[in-house]
């Protein structure tokens, strides 16, 4: 072969080395509809039912347990419940206790069910060894949100939160530090566990709390177990809402049934709204839900189901702003 032809051939190959590298740089990033087609295809292999989902958060193993109703329109976004245990619990424990899956998931709701570094929350003053170890529980629901919205239809103004125990004083922390993300929620036998609370928005609160609770005392104070510390009680957290949210301090009557009766503080910013519902001689419970240990923790209540005024406050309160 000549040096002309050889200097041919060279120019040939390189300039289809080029076409080549230019037409797998512009296929590199995907149009819109092909995005969306992954996105579909994402969903496609999450399947009705219940599904564990694994995620890596600040270098830790995480998992949260996602549960889509069977017939659920994925055309449609669909609003969301984050359920929080209490210590020592699991998610498939609290999904059995509230019975979400079945009265949300009929109203529907998906209901996703994150479980805590070491079957606790790092809630502010509560609990060991996640509290210790400082471990951000915030920017793990922060991911569970980030990995719902890659795998199933979700409505960023309806994501609420409701919580149990030490999950009840998680939830707190989401209301006070992920506003923006958390439209309404629900504390059960708890109480706000951070120091400081400054939310981004009025954020709407449901408390419900049973008067004879020994671990979470309804009037504050140190529980039966010393490993939780002090607690600020219903009334207390209550109120920081009712001034954080800037309602009227007057609350009204909204449900009374047996022992158990709710009160409701109105007028605040954005519609949002503060209630109270006290069980009288409830123990550690989850109102309406399934009666675990009662020896321990005390009686249950069937006067007012914590689950179905749950699903009625989100649906009344969907973020407006």
């Known amino acids: 072969m000549g040096t002309a032809l050889r200097k041919i051939f060279t120019l040939s190959l390189a300039l289809v080395?080029?076409?080549?590298?230019?037409?797998?740089?512009g296929t590199s990033r995907p149009r819109a509809a092909e995005w969306k087609s992954r996105a579909l295809s994402r969903e496609s292999q999450v399947g009705s039912g219940e599904n564990r989902r694994y995620l890596k958060v600040d270098g830790r193993d995480r998992s949260y347990l996602l549960y889509i109703p069977k017939g659920l329109d994925r055309t449609k976004p669909s609003p969301v419940i984050l359920a929080f245990h209490g210590a020592m619990g699991t998610p498939e424990n609290i999904a059995q206790i509230t019975g979400f899956n079945e009265k949300a998931g009929r109203a529907g709701f998906i209901v996703a069910y994150p479980e805590g570094y070491k079957r606790r929350?790092?809630?502010?003053?509560?609990?060991?060894?996640?509290?210790?170890?400082?471990?951000?529980?915030?920017?793990?629901?922060r991911a569970i949100l980030d990995d719902l919205v890659s795998v199933v239809n979700i409505d960023p103004q309806r994501i609420f939160a409701a919580g149990f125990s030490n999950g009840g004083k998680m939830t707190y922390?989401?209301?006070?530090?992920?506003?923006?993300?958390?439209?309404?929620?629900?504390?059960?036998?708890?109480s706000i566990g951070v120091e400081s609370c400054s939310p981004k928005r009025p954020v709407p609160v449901l408390h419900l709390h049973g008067s004879a609770d020994k671990l979470s005392p309804y009037k504050g104070g140190q529980g039966a177990l010393a490993s939780t510390g002090e607690h600020r009680g219903a009334i207390d957290s209550v109120n920081e809402w009712v001034s954080l949210d800037r309602c009227s301090t007057q609350a009204q009557e909204t449900y009374n049934r047996g022992k158990a009766k709710c009160l409701t503080h109105s007028n605040c910013r954005v519609g949002a709204e503060v209630t109270l519902c006290t069980i009288e001689g409830m123990g550690h419970q989850w109102p309406g839900g399934e009666v675990v240990r009662p020896r321990l923790l005390g009686p249950g209540s069937d006067d007012i189901s914590a689950t179905d005024r749950s699903i009625e406050f989100f649906l009344r309160h969907p973020m407006l702003q």
Do not use: K, Q, Y
């Open 17 to 25: 080395l080029a076409i080549a590298i230019l037409v797998s740089c």
């Open 121 to 141: 929350w790092n809630a502010g003053n509560c609990c060991d060894p996640p509290r210790a170890e400082g471990i951000n529980d915030v920017a793990f629901v």
């Open 173 to 190: 922390r989401l209301a006070c530090e992920l506003s923006e993300r958390i439209a309404a929620v629900t504390v059960v036998s708890s």
